[in-house]
């Protein structure tokens, strides 16, 4: 009984298995969903951009703290998932994150073993 109780969200709906957090009691209507547990993702970016001193591109290899976390907001049956940090993200459905997997997993196996 304490699992079902635990697993009861925002007026009696069911939330997801994958919930690690409930944001259904949010004030603002907008604002409420479930949440993933944030992963981690350690991450190292390039960064590419003009030099204002010589005009020519340069490139600077940084660290990133990237994360991967699910989002599905209330009433809504779409699940979302988010891949990247503060700067740069995206935000893509999960179909849409498992083709991401597939097609990642292929090319990296056909071009780098």
């Known amino acids: 009984m304490d699992a079902l109780i635990s697993n009861i969200g925002h007026r009696g709906t069911v939330r997801p298995a994958w919930c690690a957090v409930d944001y259904h009691d949010e004030p603002h209507p907008e604002d409420r969903r479930c949440e993933s547990e944030v992963v981690p993702v350690p991450t190292v970016m390039l960064f590419r951009f003009r030099s204002q001193v010589t005009g020519r591109i340069e490139q600077v290899a940084d660290v990133a703290d990237f994360s991967i976390v699910a989002t599905q907001w209330a009433g809504d049956a779409e699940v ?34």
């Open 80 to 113: 979302w998932v988010r891949i990247g940090g503060d700067a740069q993200r995206i935000e893509v459905t999960l179909e849409s994150a498992r083709r991401l997997h597939r097609t990642l997993g292929v090319f990296l196996a056909d071009n780098f073993g």
